[in-house]
């Protein structure tokens, strides 16, 4: 019997609608995705899939059937999550396999990027995002992307997968909301001064520190380091 079927047998013995929970239960323990009370979106959710399995009985679970490039679905998931956001996106979404590498690869990234979208759009500052996607050429451009939009990326290939799957989850850890980006160059007016001794200053409402510059100044500066609610940017002036 090989690990992947051991899964299967655990699932049934305790009590596991699928397979799918160990790697839902794997992805967090390595990422640290899942906290109580968190809000999560489950792209590509089933009745016998694996986001049944973790949400406790008393849980508030709304479900949205629909077509994720279609907008009113994205505005329906909108309604559902509310102006406070989401803590987490998870998308165990896949294509149907034709058994050509090439278009399920290209598939999978399509909705990969389907999810990423979700992603940028409903998770609060902070939030995190998990998404299955088909090892191939392409997935380390996408993989850069989600790098672009969170304050880091790591692919993470769980023990649960089927030995016949090409399946790896790339995760997402604290989505950047920032009005700006690493590398950006712009001038800004030093408000205050922080506990550290650097200058503070606020772009769009987002704070950046910067060394070196008193409250007062107006100094040009290129950001260097961002958080999900702040950053830091060097004087370049």
Same mark, same amino acid.
């Given at each position: 019997m090989t690990d992947r079927d051991d899964y299967y047998n655990r699932a049934k013995?305790?009590?596991y609608r699928a397979r799918s929970a160990y790697k839902l239960k794997q992805l967090d323990e390595a990422a640290g995705l899942l906290s109580r009370g +968190?809000?999560?979106?489950?792209?590509?959710?089933? &009745?016998d899939r694996q986001s049944i399995d973790p949400i406790e009985t008393d849980a508030r679970v709304d479900t949205v059937r629909g077509d994720l490039t279609d907008e009113d679905t994205l505005a329906a998931i909108r309604g559902v999550v509310g102006e406070r956001g989401a803590d987490l996106v998870i998308s165990d979404m896949a294509p149907n396999v034709s058994g050509t590498y090439e278009l399920d690869h290209?598939?999978?990234?399509?909705?990969a990027r389907r999810a990423l979208a979700v992603a940028e759009d409903v998770l609060t500052a902070g939030g995190d995002l998990a998404v299955k996607v088909f090892q191939g050429p392409d997935i380390d451009d996408?993989?850069?992307?989600? @790098?672009d939009a969170f304050e880091y990326a790591r692919t993470i290939s769980p023990?649960?997968?089927r030995d016949s799957s090409s399946e790896v989850y790339v995760v997402g850890k604290g989505r950047l909301t920032a009005p700006v980006r690493v590398g950006d160059r712009l001038e800004v007016d030093v408000e205050d001064e922080g506990s550290e001794g650097d200058g503070v200053a606020t772009v @769009?409402?987002?704070?950046?520190?910067? &060394?070196d510059a008193e409250a007062g100044e107006t100094v040009s500066v290129e950001v260097? +380091?961002?958080? &999900?609610?702040?950053?830091?940017a060097e004087r370049i002036d």
């Open positions: 013995q305790e009590g +968190d809000t999560v979106v489950d792209l590509g959710a089933a &009745p290209a598939r999978s990234v399509h909705l996408f993989r850069d992307d989600v @790098e023990d649960a997968s @769009e409402g987002f704070t950046l520190f910067v &060394p260097t +380091d961002l958080k &999900p609610r702040y950053g830091f």
